[in-house]
């Protein structure tokens, strides 16, 4: 008898203070709802189009072989001639890093079922171009080709100064903004005492395309940049009151 009335006097303490609680929020947000002043939320957006002034190119060599160490140094030697290749054409100093490089083994699944036997391996070996020079995106393409490449994949064109741009579609955004909350005062009879909050969000739109590779008596492969869309929008919210 006596656990049964703890467990009740527990359970009724418990509850009691899960409903002061729960008064104690209520109340809060009731308050600061309250408290919230007359005010104006708006959005802006804006878009800034301009020309990409570098180049992505992802390049490689992928090989088949027998053997793991096979398929490793054929891949080693046609990646070692494009690099070579693309030195000549680009300097030195061209930018020219790995971005991946892979060695799986392939296999045969027996038709019957049961395990699956090792036929050979795959090397891959992908390096990333970048090039100011968009003029010779084409050339890059073609001589990677042409000297052992069999791998071109996400041809990006980028900026070489992305916040500058970045900064130019937020003030526009910005701009939008504040004129729309300063329409929507003016129609209602309202003044704009004070800024509430700004909120901004944003990217850069860069234009990704896939190129096939090109044989070594195939013209030149042509490459259109285009233009990149930098988008920004931004959150507006001021207090107002009565004229």
């Not at 467990?7 to 509850?15: E, G, Q, R, V, Y």
């Not at 992908?126 to 073609?142: N, S």
């Not at 729309?180 to 800024?195: C, E, F, G, H, M």
Request: no cysteine; glycine share 6%.
């Amino acid at each position: 008898m006596m656990n049964f009335i703890k467990k009740t006097f527990i359970l009724l303490s418990t509850n009691l203070l899960l409903l002061l609680i729960l008064g104690v929020a209520q109340a809060a947000g009731q308050d600061s709802i309250e408290k919230l002043p007359p005010s104006i939320r708006t959005s802006g957006e804006a878009v800034v189009s301009v020309n990409p002034d570098r180049a992505q190119i992802d390049v490689g060599v992928v090989t088949q072989a027998n053997t793991s160490q096979t398929a490793v140094a054929q891949n080693a030697q046609k990646l070692e001639a494009t690099l070579a290749r693309l030195r000549q054409l680009l300097g030195n100093t061209a930018d020219i890093k790995t971005i991946s490089y892979t060695l799986s083994p392939t296999y045969r699944y027996p038709k019957e079922g049961g395990e699956p036997t090792i036929t050979g391996y795959t090397a891959t070996n992908i390096v990333r171009v970048t090039l100011d020079d968009l003029t010779k995106v084409g050339q890059v393409i073609d001589t990677a080709t042409q000297s052992g490449s069999n791998r071109i994949q996400n041809l990006r064109f980028t900026l070489k100064d992305e916040q500058t741009v970045q900064a130019q579609a937020l003030r526009d955004a910005a701009v939008n903004a504040r004129s729309k909350a300063r329409a929507l005062a003016s129609a209602l009879n309202l003044r704009i005492i004070r800024v509430l909050s700004i909120v901004e969000s944003g990217s850069p739109g860069f234009p990704v395309r896939d190129v096939a590779f090109a044989r070594a008596e195939a013209a030149p492969t042509p490459i259109e940049p285009g233009t990149i869309e930098v988008r920004a929008t931004v959150s507006y919210m001021v207090e107002v009151a009565g004229q």
